[in-house]
C-alpha cells in the first residue's frame, strides 16, 4: 500500500491551457464612441436584438439604443439623454414590444416626461427610469429617481442598476441611494437609515414599484442597514458607516421581487432560518445578499447573506463578495452569480468547483467567479460552485434556458460566457473571446453575448464549443480506505473519528498538498476545511476533513457522528465524482501511526519532551512515554468532526497495551491536543521490560487489537 509522499503538480486548474476555437455565429460591434459602453442586452422574442449603452456627446454621454436583426445587421438607432453624463445600467421589454430603460444621469436637463420626480438634490447624480417606443425612439415617460435632501459629506445621488416588467407590464426597479428623504410608500418594509452623517455616506439599496405607464408608486421601500463591524478606536471615524446596493431583480408572475446585491451591514435585514444568517464581513469588506420582498414591497418572505470572510489585517481589512447577477427559474429556485474573494465562500459538494482556484495569501488575492442556486424559500442552498482560475474572475450576467440550463457572462476560466449544467455540476459548453462578457441573454437555442464595449455574438447552442474534459473522474478500486496508521486491509472496519486514507486515481486536480510545503486549514467556524486542491470527500452525504491530498492518495476524518454498521464514500473533484464505495463502520478500529508511515516497525512514540523515541534515542524501564494512534472510537466528552479538542477527552472503551509481552493500562487514553482526530496514549514502560531495539508493542481496545508496532529501549 501507497504512503503519502510529494508529487510534482501534474495539471493546472479545470481549462487552464486550453484555448478554444472560435464560435461560429454573427458577430459584429456597435459603435458608441469614445468614452461610450454597452450594459445590456433586449430580445425581443422576433429574432431582433436590441443593444443598449451610452454613446459619447459632446460634453458627456447620452442614452443609446441600436435595433439588430438575427443576422447582426443594423436595423435601426437612437440616442437621448441631457447635456452632461447618462449611463444605463439596465434594460427591459413590456408586454406591448417597449422599451424601458433605467440608469443613472449627471444632467440636469435630462427629458422629462410625464415624470412621477421631476426634482432631485441639485448637483447630484439622480437615477432615472424612461419608457421608449422601440422602433421610433419616443420618450413615452421619463422621471428622475431619488431625493431632494442635500447630501452631507460626499454627493452620491441615487442610482438604477437592476430592471424588471411584470407580464402586466409592471415595472419594478431597484438600485442605491444615499438620499436622507428617498421617496418610499407609506406601507415601506424600510423607510428610512439611508444618507450617512458628518463622518461619511451610508448609501442603501432600494427596490420600487411603478405602474405601466409611471404614473403612479406602488411601493417604494429601502433596503440596508445602518452600522458596520469596526474593531475600535479613531480608525473607525467614518468606517462605520455601512454600504448597501442593489444590484439585480427578478420578478415572478405574482409580482414577487427577489433582489440581490452586496452589504457590509451586519444588521441587514435577515430571515431566520436563511442560508447564512451572519454577515462575515468587517469595515468595507462586504458580503452578497439576496432578498425577497411581498407583493406590497411592505415586509421580505425571505433573505439572507451569501459570502465568505474578510481577510487580512483587522486594522486594513479585505473582502469582495458581491451578487451581480440574479435569474429565476420555473420552480421558484433563486440563481445568482457575481465574484468573491473568498476562500470560504459557501459551496455544496459534487459541483463543478468546491474549492477557490486562485491562491491565497494574508493580504492579496485574485477573484473567482461564482454562481449559487437557492431553494424557493432560501433556506437552502441547491448548489452553489466558484468559476474561476489563478487570474481575476467574475460573472456579470446568467440566464437560464428552456432547458433549465444555465448560461453566465463574464471573465472566467479563460472564457467570456459559457454553458452550465441546471445542477451546476458541469460545464457543458464554453467560449473565450477578445472581449468580456457583460451581458448574455437567450431565445430559442440561440445565445447572444454583449461586450461592454459594443461587440455583439449571436450564435446557436450547438455552435458554441463543447467543454473538453482535461481530467477524467476519481476511481477507487476496491478496498480503497484504511486505516491511515496501520493501513489495514479496506475490508476492515474503521470507526468514527478515524484517520483513514484513501487510495485511487485521478482523486485530485492535478495539485497535491502535502506536509510540511502544504498543510491543512482551519475554516472561520473553527473546524478543518472539508475542500483541497479540488477534492471533496463525503461519508454518508456528510463532508469529511481532508488532511492532505495527492492524485492517489487523500487524507480524511471519518465523521465523528457516524452511526450504524456501515458508510459510503464518494470522492468528487471539481464537480466529477467517483463511483460509491461502501465500508464498514465499527465501534474501534485502532492503528498505531510509525515512523515509516506504512504501519510497520517503529511504532510512533515520543518522550515527554517530544523528542522521538529511536534506537538512537532509547526510551528506559519504567518511563512514561506517549503513543500515537487513531480509531480509539467514542471519547468524552465528545469533540465534533474536524474540530480541535479543548480539553482532555478519553476514550469510552477500557484500552490495554502489551509491551513485551507484558499488559499495561496506560495512564490516559485519549484524543491529543491541538490536533484533529489523533489519539494519544500515555504509558510507563514496564520496569522489567528488556533492553532492544525492536519490543514488541500492541494496543487493544473494546477486545480489538491494532496492528503490531515495536519500541526500542534500553
Known sequence: MMRPRHFACLLALLLGGITLAPAAGNLVNVDLGDGGKACCLVLDGLGNVYVIGSVASASGTNVSVTKLDSANHVLSSFTFGGSLYDQPHAAALDPQGNLVIAGQTNSSDFPLVHALISQTEPNAPAGFVAKVNSSSGQILFSTRIGGLAAESFIRMGTVVNALAVDPAGNIYAAGSTNAADFPVSADAFQKSGAGGGSFGWRPFGFVLKLAPAGDRLFYSTLLGGTMANCFGGSHCIGRNNPSTTVNSIAVDRNGIATVGGATNAPDFPITAGAVQTVCRCQEYANNGFVTQLNAGGSGLLWSTFLGGTWYGFSQAPSGTNVINALAQDGAGNIVVAGITDADDFPTTPGVLQPSFASPSTLTSRPRDGFVSKLNPTGTALIFSTYLGGSDYDQINDVQIDALENLWVA????????????????????????????????????????????????????????????????????????????????????????????????????????????????????????????????????????????????????????????????HVTVNGQASALQTIAIGPVSPGIFTFTSDGKGAGAFTHLDGSAVSAQNPAHAGELVILYATGLGQVTPSVPTGALPTGASATVAATTLTIDDITVIPDFAGLAGGFVGLNQVNVRLPANTRSASNIPVLLIIGGTASNPVTIAVQ
Open 410 to 569: 463574464g471573465a472566467f476560466r479563460r472564457a467570456s460566457f459559457a454553458q452550465l449544467s441546471a445542477d451546476g455540476v458541469r460545464v457543458l459548453a464554453s467560449q473565450e473571446l477578445t472581449w468580456e462578457g457583460q451581458a448574455i441573454r437567450t431565445s430559442g437555442n440561440i445565445v447572444v453575448v454583449l461586450g461592454v464595449s459594443g461587440s455583439v455574438l449571436q450564435v446557436p447552442f450547438d455552435q458554441v464549443p463543447e467543454l473538453p474534459n482535461p481530467l477524467p473522474p476519481p476511481l477507487l478500486p476496491p478496498g480503497a480506505v484504511v486505516n491511515g496508521a496501520s493501513f489495514a486491509p479496506g475490508s476492515n472496519a474503521v470507526a468514527p473519528g478515524t484517520i483513514v486514507a484513501i487510495f485511487g486515481n485521478n482523486l485530485t486536480d492535478g495539485r497535491s498538498c502535502l506536509p510540511p510545503s502544504c498543510n491543512p486549514t482551519f475554516g472561520s467556524n473553527g473546524s478543518l476545511k472539508t475542500t483541497m486542491t479540488g477534492t471533496q470527500v463525503t461519508i454518508n452525504g456528510t463532508l469529511a476533513p481532508i488532511f492532505y491530498s495527492s492524485p492517489s492518495q487523500v487524507g480524511i476524518e471519518i465523521p465523528s457522528e457516524l452511526t450504524g454498521t456501515s458508510a459510503t464514500v
